[in-house]
């Protein structure tokens, strides 16, 4: 058998962190990755089974989800991903929406 080299391009496999979720009184939550993503976001946002959410986007490493209703202070909010969600890296590793993104945040301004 005749030895030869070859060259294997590795790439990365792991799916982006959460690093923070944020509330940015009044009107804004962001959601901070340890790295770029893309795709689409899409969210509940709730307190007191009223929906808060207006809009949702992604800017590299973070998502940005704008409240169409101010929340009560010093209240929880609770922010739910959709089945809308398709959130990758910049390499197609898919973000867990299910366990990572769903988080509960106080309204504190």
């Known amino acids: 058998m005749d030895k030869y080299q070859a060259i294997i ?3 990365e496999n792991k799916a982006p962190a959460l690093i923070s979720a944020i509330y940015n ?3 804004t939550i962001i959601y901070t990755f340890d790295e770029d993503i893309k795709g689409t976001s899409s969210f509940k ?3 007191d089974n009223t929906e808060l959410i ?3 986007v992604i800017s590299g490493k973070t998502i940005t989800i704008t409240l169409g209703k101010m929340p009560t202070l ?3 909010m ?4 959709t089945q809308f ?3 990758t890296d910049l390499i197609g590793n898919t973000v867990s929406t299910s366990s ?3 988080r509960y945040i106080n309204a504190t301004p």
């Open 78 to 81: 609770q922010i739910i991903p």
């Open 54 to 56: 207006s809009t949702s």
């Open 85 to 87: 969600n398709t959130l």
């Open 25 to 27: 009184y009044p009107l």
């Open 100 to 102: 990572v993104l769903t």
């Open 9 to 11: 391009a590795l790439r």
């Open 74 to 76: 010093n209240a929880l």
């Open 45 to 47: 946002v709730l307190q």
